[in-house]
């Protein structure tokens, strides 16, 4: 049963500490995306990926958030420093390709608290 | 830029009830049109989707038709179980670029015995 996983699952910490949250996508995909619940503006889409190439990043405030995929197999989105407004639900996404309606798959988000 | 908008929740039923959700949708081109549900303490999983006009989705009891005069896709089920509570989410991707998806504020439905 493939699934895509993510670690941590919960993660609490303080302002101005560094957060890396991971994701494994499902083998064989080549789409990755990452997104961020919140409740007051719900998911939205910060960075995705083709074959490990990012293509577009600019849901991310770029100036303490990063993603990179290091390998086909970990996708990594880190922020540093932390800040309170980032306390959210971390949602990574991954897909079989481009093609028209293809599915993404999503895995069970790393809740991040910053105190 | 492209947006989904559902119908603002919560949404309360009875067992057996029947279940609308509605979901209206503003892009260029023609998307391709999703739901997706959020179980408590899970991430996201389809539920349903359609990529052309007139086409209809269905799982699981769950009906949506992608209706291009009316920009919408709705949400349907004739006879909810207590199992269907969870949060709906309504979204749509784009024919070109990265299928990116947009997603819909989202809709939770809770359903008592």
């Known amino acids: 049963d493939a699934r895509v996983t993510q670690t941590p699952r919960h993660k609490v910490t303080e302002m101005g500490q560094e957060v890396t949250m991971r994701c494994q996508p499902i083998?064989?995909?080549?789409?990755v995306f990452w997104y961020r619940q919140t409740m007051m503006q719900g998911l939205e889409l910060l960075a995705y990926?083709?074959?490990?190439?990012?293509?577009?990043d600019s849901g991310m405030p770029k100036d303490r958030f990063s993603a990179e995929m290091p390998d086909a197999t970990l996708a990594t989105l880190k922020i540093q420093p932390s800040e309170p407004r980032d306390s959210a639900v971390y949602f990574c996404?991954?897909?079989?390709?481009?093609?028209?309606?293809?599915?993404?798959?999503f895995g069970p988000g790393t809740r991040l608290t910053v105190l | 830029g492209d947006s989904v908008t559902q119908m603002e929740g919560p949404v309360t039923l009875s067992e057996e009830a029947f279940l609308t959700i509605n979901c209206t949708y503003t892009?260029?081109?023609?998307?391709?049109l999703f739901w997706y549900v959020q179980y408590p303490g899970e991430g996201l999983q389809l539920l349903l989707k359609?990529?052309?006009?007139?086409d209809k989705g269905s799982n699981k009891g769950f009906e949506a038709t992608y209706r291009k005069e009316t920009t919408s896709f709705h949400l349907e089920k004739g006879s909810v179980q207590v199992s269907d509570s969870a949060v709906y989410f309504c979204?749509?991707?784009?024919?070109?670029?990265?299928?990116?998806?947009?997603f819909g504020q989202g809709t939770r439905l809770t359903i008592n015995p």
């Open positions: 996404a991954s897909g079989p390709g481009l093609a028209i309606g293809n599915e993404q798959f």
């Open positions: 083998l064989g995909h080549n789409t």
């Open positions: 990926f083709r074959n490990r190439a990012p293509l577009d």
């Open positions: 892009a260029t081109g023609y998307p391709s």
């Open positions: 359609a990529t052309k006009a007139d």
């Open positions: 979204a749509l991707s784009d024919q070109k670029g990265a299928q990116k998806l947009v």
